[in-house]
């Protein structure tokens, strides 16, 4: 496997030593993942998101109520907006 090379601020170098037990390359490989997959799926049109989630995916979508859609949206809005309001910034 490759290797990289991070520089990072020595008070968040600080902040992680506190932390032996986490295994920070495992943090940065994930949210490099991340990062590329929210970039690459931007880059994808929505055709091109349906036909790699296959045609099973496409029917069920196009098959559920708009307002089901809706609810969810709704939900999720609301557990994040809740997330975050209690989320400590510093």
Known sequence: MPNITLSIPPDLYRRMKKHPE???SEVAR???AEYLAKIEAEELGSEEILSLLGEDFRRELESTPL???EEALEKTR???W???STTPTS
Request: glycine fraction near 0%; hydrophobic fraction near 40%.
């Open 22 to 24: 986490i295994k920070w």
């Open 30 to 32: 994930k949210a490099i």
């Open 67 to 69: 307002e089901k859609y």
């Open 78 to 80: 609301d557990a994040e």
């Open 82 to 84: 809740k997330r975050l």
